[in-house]
């Protein structure tokens, strides 16, 4: 299994990126998917996460009501559609698949990208 993150860059604080990230090698939708992002100096933490079907999403708290999940099964596709960015979204994020149910736990993650850097200016 193959995940290429794209989508990061800069944006000023108040505005909005679309993270994708392409999975191959895979039948994916097979897998939970999964976001998360790791802060200079900081540990990884959970973004976002979504059922193989779509039908299911779950949020960090710090996310709920700015980032919304989704994804494409026919594009083999998940995104992260992120607004109301704020200088501490800045981070290097990485989408992740995983057997069977989805979950906020990276260890419990199979695979993972390679990480797309956002950057947040105030």
């Known amino acids: 299994v193959q995940l290429q993150a794209s989508g990061g860059g800069l944006v000023q604080a108040g505005g909005s990126l679309r993270l994708s990230c392409a999975a191959s090698?895979?039948?994916?939708?097979?897998?939970?998917m999964g976001w998360f992002r790791q802060a200079p100096g900081k540990e990884r933490e959970f973004v976002a996460t979504i059922t193989r079907s779509g039908a299911m999403t779950a949020y960090a708290d710090s996310m709920k009501g700015r980032f919304t999940i989704s994804r494409d099964n026919a594009k083999n596709t998940v995104y992260l559609q992120m607004n109301s960015l704020k200088p501490e979204d800045t981070a290097v994020y990485y989408c992740?698949?995983?057997?069977?149910?989805?979950?906020?736990?990276?260890?419990?993650?199979?695979?993972w990208g390679q990480g797309t850097l956002v950057t947040v200016s105030s």
């Open positions: 090698g895979c039948s994916f939708s097979a897998y939970a």
């Open positions: 992740a698949a995983k057997f069977g149910s989805y979950s906020s736990s990276w260890s419990e993650y199979n695979y």
